[in-house]
């Protein structure tokens, strides 16, 4: 296992933040660890699952950090997927 650093944004949100992965974790963990920075602080909650876009793909929710290739200090995007 190891710790990637990303650069990432919420859609809707103004800011970005830097965020600590592990190259193991799904999309759906990395939506999760994002999401933790920022809903309910400046984004309200949404009953709707989260999406995790890099390099203008959206990723499927079950593939890792790794099996998409995401370096350190890339930015992703996370989004509602409404």
């Known amino acids: 296992m190891a710790t990637i650093p990303l650069m990432a944004g919420f859609r809707g949100d103004f800011a ?6 592990e190259n193991t974790d799904t999309m759906d963990v990395v939506a999760q660890k ?26 499927e ?6 099996q998409a290739n995401i370096q350190p200090q890339d930015y992703i995007e996370v ?4």
Not at 16 to 21: D, M, Q, S
Not at 34 to 54: E, N
Not at 61 to 66: E, G, K, L
Not at 79 to 82: G, M
């Open 61 to 66: 929710s079950h593939v890792t950090v790794a």
């Open 16 to 21: 970005l933040i830097l965020a600590f992965v």
């Open 79 to 82: 989004f509602y997927d409404e």
């Open 34 to 59: 994002v999401a933790h920075h920022v809903i309910g602080k400046r984004l309200p909650s949404k009953k709707a699952s989260m999406k995790v876009k890099h390099n203008e793909r959206v990723l």
